[in-house]
Nanobody, 123 residues
Framework: MCSCQASGGGLVQAGGSLRLSCAAS????????MGWFRQAPGKEREFVAG????????YYADSAKGRFIISRDYAKNTAALQMNSLKPEDTAVYFC????????????????WGKGTQVTVSS
């Protein structure tokens, strides 16, 4: 059993930066991936970025490429999402989740989800 807890959200002006963190507690697997997803009001949850626990392979949505950087500390079971050049359209609740890398970045394969953290970007 693994649980994930996201933190680091807040209110920031457009162009600013935020760093989200996710701590996975309990049992984790080297073949798993840590993913970040977000959901804006009235919209479906969407993939943002991901990183494999063991190999450090990274995945980014087109909207995140060049602005967001995902990293992980395998020994500490933590992952971070550095978000730069934030835009109002990045406003959403951000979730971290972990699950098998096979099938990623589909959210359907993610097994463990944490409570989200709100990110609000003002214009």
């Amino acid at each position: 059993m693994c649980s994930c807890q996201a933190s680091g959200g807040g209110l920031v002006q457009a162009g600013g930066s935020l760093r989200l963190s996710c701590a996975a507690s309990g049992r984790t697997f080297s073949s798993y991936v840590m993913g970040w997803f977000r959901q804006a009001p009235g919209k479906e949850r969407e993939f943002v970025a991901g990183i494999s626990w063991s190999g450090g392979r990274t995945y980014y949505a087109d909207s995140a490429k060049g602005r967001f950087i995902i990293s992980r500390d395998y020994a500490k079971n933590t992952a971070a999402l550095q978000m730069n050049s934030l835009k109002p359209e990045d406003t959403a609740v951000y979730f971290c989740a972990t699950g098998p890398e096979v099938g990623f970045p589909s959210s359907a394969g993610m097994e463990y989800w944490g409570k989200g953290t709100q990110v609000t970007v003002s214009s």
